[in-house]
């Protein structure tokens, strides 16, 4: 019989393994989300064990997607930190590092999506709203890094962001071409097929801030 998890770290490593099995099981089908218990079963535990740590497989997958966009936020504030270069170059860095992040995380896009269609639409709205309010904050910090590399007036960063973020999210949906089309012979030559997102979204991305910053060097 599996033991209660008592220490702290103990508890983080349990609620770590957990998460890991439930992208790992993502991974498999990112088009839905695998049931609690088969998560727990990836994770080596009894389904009521996991229940000590989740209340849900919809708190599991939005601990996963808080998780990812923590990252993201990351290579924002850590593509506009002080350097040398005027805002086109700032941006062009920016662009880069977050097109290297999406290539090497092909699912995150799909989370965020079922985010959108499947967590929040059943996550109570006292597990809803500490996740709403944590990413709220993140975006405002990271907007003003950018307003303060670019000199921006304040809440331009934000703009962008949120821009690009929706620039990304239609191009990702648009190319997001089953497989079974692309290799269909009489569909495979539709435009929509040819497409390939990574080179896509780094094109639109860059017209879309050199647009934005009529200014920069």
Known sequence: MARHALGEDEKEARRNLILAAALELFLDDTRRLPPV???????????????????????????????EWDDLFSVVTNSFAPAAGGAAAQAATFIGD?????????????????G??????????????????????????????VDAALALPAGRGI????????????????????????????????PIAQLEFGREIGMALGEYWRGALPNAE
């Open 116 to 145: 959108y269609a499947l967590l929040e639409a059943n996550l109570p709205l006292e597990q809803l709203r500490p996740f709403k309010r944590t990413f709220s904050d993140a975006l405002i910090r990271a907007g003003s890094v």
């Open 98 to 114: 977050f097109v290297t992040f999406l290539e090497g995380r092909p699912y995150f896009l799909r989370l965020d999506a079922l």
């Open 37 to 67: 218990a088969l998560i727990a079963a990836k994770a080596g535990l009894a389904k009521g064990t996991l229940y000590l740590y989740f209340d849900s497989k919809e708190q599991i997958f939005t601990s996963l997607l808080s998780r």
């Open 159 to 190: 703009d962008l962001l949120v821009r690009s973020y929706a620039l990304t999210r239609g191009l990702w949906q648009i190319a997001d071409y089953p497989d079974h089309l692309r290799r269909d012979q009489d569909l495979s030559g539709h």
